[in-house]
């Protein structure tokens, strides 16, 4: 089955400071790659998804991912943080079904 | 705007107790998925469901169950409810169709005492 690593589960950035967080996934067949992420007591919202072509993905609040087959990882990024960052993110690789990563909790420093 | 609805947000059960938890979509999915989130774990599949009366087993369905009698509900029940079920259950569903994305309800977060 597939699965999911997520490098940090804590990530501390300052205001202004690029984003980075890891995503790295095992899958025996091409997958579908996702990035959620959870405000708190919240459900898990969509942030951007590779599914064919473009390997540079943008999403929604500036973010962006980049799927890079011959090192099987999905790193998401944004340029410069803002406070509303704030949030824990997660990596997801589907095939038949959806398994996430342990999540990476964004901590934004005024 | 597809609305996956968990019917309750915060429950309190006692150990030992039978627990509900539904889950509603509106949008016509065929598939729907129960979560269960614990910190440090992120989310692990409980159950998941390709059609109506149909469901199959995810990582950890031990001490759960799933009802699916019609397309737009999911229910997860705990037949006997232990200290060690206490999470947050998340509920999502997708159509057959297409790029796996799943539409997310508000979640559920359990308390066993």
């Known amino acids: 089955a597939q699965s999911v690593t997520q490098l940090g589960s804590h990530v501390s950035v300052s205001e202004g400071a690029l984003v980075l967080l890891r995503c790295n996934y095992s899958s025996s067949v091409p997958p579908y790659l996702f990035w959620y992420v959870q405000y708190p007591n919240q459900g898990l919202q969509l942030l951007l998804k590779y599914t064919t072509g473009a390997t540079l993905v943008k999403g929604i609040n500036g973010f962006e991912a980049e799927f890079k087959k011959s090192e099987t990882s999905f790193h998401l990024t944004k340029p410069s943080a803002h406070m509303s960052d704030a949030a824990e993110y997660f990596c997801a690789v589907s095939v038949n079904d959806m398994r996430f990563g342990a999540g990476t909790r964004l901590t934004v420093k005024p | 705007d597809v609305k996956v609805t968990q019917s309750s947000r915060y429950l309190v059960k006692r150990t030992g107790e039978k627990v509900f938890l539904e889950c509603v979509q509106d949008m016509d999915h065929e598939n729907m998925f129960w979560y269960r989130q614990d910190p440090g774990l992120g989310l692990r599949l409980i159950y998941f469901?390709?059609?109506?009366?149909?469901?199959e087993k995810g990582d950890i369905p031990e001490g759960y169950s799933v009802s699916r009698e019609k397309k737009e509900r999911f229910s997860l029940i705990l037949e006997s409810a232990s200290t060690n079920q206490t999470s947050m259950y998340l509920c999502?569903?997708?159509?057959?169709?297409?790029?796996?994305?799943?539409?997310f309800g508000e979640g559920s977060r359990l308390t066993v005492l």
């Open positions: 999502a569903s997708s159509p057959l169709q297409g790029t796996g994305e799943l539409f």
């Open positions: 469901s390709y059609d109506v009366k149909m469901k």
